[in-house]
Nanobody
Framework: VQLQAFGGGLVQAGGSLRLSCVAS????????MGWYRQVAGKQRELVAQ???????NYADSVKGRFTISRDSAKNTVYLQMNSLKPEDTAVYYC???????????????WGKGTQVTVSS
């Protein structure tokens, strides 16, 4: 499974950005899809997750401002980020837990990351 993220960039505080991540690869079932972020020198942290059934989970710091969604037909997960703050500045990574339909083995896959910078 390969993940490619789009949509990062520079935005002023209070602005919005939408991240997209497309998963490619056959013979896998994408279970949980999500976004993590990492600031240099700090641990990568969960931002939001969404299951194949549509259940969502958010970090407390983004609740009410970020919305995760997915289009399973397109193997795509989105992160709509509103009311952005300078502390949201980070590299955002797309993640999925995918299960092989051939072996039933699952594992985590990560995209390369996209930079989000929020200026004050």
């Amino acid at each position: 499974v390969q993940l490619q993220a789009f949509g990062g960039g520079l935005v002023q505080a209070g602005g919005s950005l939408r991240l997209s991540c497309v998963a490619s690869g056959s013979l896998f079932r994408l279970n949980v899809m999500g976004w993590y972020r990492q600031v240099a020198g700090k641990q990568r942290e969960l931002v939001a997750q969404i299951t194949s059934g549509g259940s969502t989970n958010y970090a407390d710091s983004v609740k009410g401002r970020f919305t995760i969604s997915r289009d399973s037909a397109k193997n795509t997960v989105y992160l709509q980020m509103n009311s952005l703050k300078p502390e949201d500045t980070a590299v955002y990574y797309c993640n999925t837990y995918a299960v092989s339909v051939a072996t039933y083995k699952g594992m985590d896959y990560w995209g390369k990351g996209t930079q989000v910078t929020v200026s004050s």
